[in-house]
């Protein structure tokens, strides 16, 4: 099983630290407002805290941050993510949901694997998946598909095996460039979200025919 450090307090933080928890993986919660931090991990039983700003035990570290964040957050733990295999999970959408607060031509996953130091490698994941989908794992059963992007094959074998530990089934788009596909996805799901499914009790994912 895989030690996972997940930095951020929010909904995306609890599913996924259920869920790596129910897996058997090691869970470090950490998060700039302590008190938060303890009471997730009170309600979730098992993770530990981490201190903001120290070096995460995890060998996996999801960044479950808002994206107008990540890239600052991974500047502050700097050498701290030396070796580390950092997850993506977030989505650099515009506030009008139209488009992207990135740079044409790159993604989130990009920009943030710029922040990182070089001996860190970025793996986007997570990111089409809502909150409350995910914490509900295999649906109709079937299970969820969580599409992964990643310029390193190391990484994305490691991430790889964690999802799996979660009951979700990894699906390998390709390098990090393809993250901006993927971002791309996650604003289709808006577009559903806001003009025919109407609620957001829905995962997009594959069926092989045959």
């Not at 107008?68 to 070796?83: I, M, N, P």
């Not at 109709?140 to 790889?160: H, M, N, W, Y």
């Amino acid at each position: 099983m895989s030690s996972i450090s997940i930095i951020g307090l929010g909904n995306m933080a609890g599913a996924l630290a259920d869920r790596a928890l129910a897996g058997g993986n090691a869970v470090e919660i950490i998060g700039r407002d302590p008190a938060k931090a303890k009471e997730l991990v009170g309600a979730l039983g098992g993770a530990t805290v981490g201190t903001a700003g120290a070096a995460p035990a995890g060998d996996i570290v999801v960044l479950a941050v808002p994206y107008v964040s990540a890239a600052a957050v991974v500047s502050e733990y700097g050498d701290a993510l030396q070796g580390k295999v950092i997850i993506d999970i977030t989505n650099p959408i515009s506030p009008d949901f139209q488009g992207f607060v990135t740079p044409d031509g790159s993604s989130g996953a990009q920009e943030i694997a710029k922040a990182a130091p070089a001996g860190a490698h970025v793996v986007k994941a997570f990111n089409t998946l809502f909150s409350h989908v995910l914490a509900a794992g295999p649906a109709e059963g079937r299970p969820l598909d969580v599409f992964i992007a990643g310029d390193d094959a190391q990484a994305k074998t490691r991430v790889s095996a964690f999802i799996e530990s979660l009951g979700l089934r990894p699906m390998d788009t390709g390098q990090l460039a393809m993250a901006r596909t993927l971002e791309n996805v996650a604003l289709l799901q808006l577009g559903l979200v806001a003009n025919s499914v109407k609620h957001t009790n829905f995962f997009l994912g594959v069926s092989v025919l045959g």
